[in-house]
């Protein structure tokens, strides 16, 4: 696996069913705290795994933390501001919103690096028209998912809410 800039944290969660290992983005000072709510955790890890040597089918993807992810993209998209100049060369139809981890943006992206689209409409990205792509894969062999800025700090913002 390559590594990237993405760093996530490790726990030993017990959802009722006996301990599971978990990846989350909030830092251990701050679990600490405030805890660690269902939507916070990204993934939950195959028995065995470490996060020095997990294989993508040892990720299993929380549906809460993608419901999150997806609302908090869906509401910042506007702000990504790769989109914005993307949409308006395009002038219209749809932009990518590629994950940062994708080792050629530029060149054939594969579809688990695809975050979803958004459309655009006279050169501006129309508000609210964010899908997720279903083929979208929080942890690829590049490493952990990664975002722009103003999405990144969206989602660090809700994830402390």
Known sequence: MR???RQVFWYQVDFGGGERDVVSLLEPDWVSRHGLRP???VAVLSAGA??????PDDVKENGPFLRLLSRVIFENADQHEMLRREAEVQGDGYVYLLDGRTPDPGGRVPPQDIIGTVAVSA???VAGSYPH??????FTTDGWFLLAPAIENALQ????D
């Open 3 to 5: 590594g990237n800039r």
């Open 39 to 41: 939507d916070a955790v």
């Open 50 to 55: 470490t996060l020095e040597d997990v294989d």
């Open 123 to 125: 050169g501006a990205l």
């Open 133 to 138: 792509n279903p083929r979208h894969r929080l």
């Open 157 to 160: 913002s809700r994830l402390r």
